[in-house]
Nanobody, 122 residues
Framework: VQLQASGGGLVQAGGSLRLSCTAS????????VGWFRQAPGKEREEVSF????????YYADSLKGRFTISSDNAKNTVYLQMNSLKPEDTAVYYC????????????????WGQGTQVTVSA
């Protein structure tokens, strides 16, 4: 199983980034795929997940309206468009897979890959 994340970087507050995650080694359509993040000294936080079978989504309450998740099932790829970024969004963002949206929300993740660093400067 591989979940390859890309698209992180350094951006000023108020800016935007688009993360991509390409998955392989499991049946993409059978999973909810998305992102969690972890900042130094903090617990990991589920950011957003999408059910690749029916398109339903989950967003952390603090992120609604700023982040948008989407998927391209033909490419086994999930995207996270992050707008209006804040310094508190600084973290390593990991792509992950879970059996369902609810499992992802409850931190019951089956797969994850190496993360991509997102740094938002004030």
């Amino acid at each position: 199983v591989q979940l390859q994340a890309s698209g992180g970087g350094l951006v000023q507050a108020g800016g935007s980034l688009r993360l991509s995650c390409t998955a392989s080694g499991f049946t993409f359509d059978d999973y909810a795929v998305g992102w969690f993040r972890q900042a130094p000294g903090k617990e990991r936080e589920e950011v957003s997940f999408i059910s690749t079978s029916d398109g339903s989504t989950y967003y952390a309450d603090s992120l609604k309206g700023r982040f948008t998740i989407s998927s391209d099932n033909a490419k086994n790829t999930v995207y996270l468009q992050m707008n209006s970024l804040k310094p508190e969004d600084t973290a390593v963002y990991y792509c992950a897979g879970a059996r369902t949206i609810l499992a992802a929300r409850d931190d019951q993740l089956d797969y994850w890959g190496q993360g991509t660093q997102v740094t938002v400067s004030a």
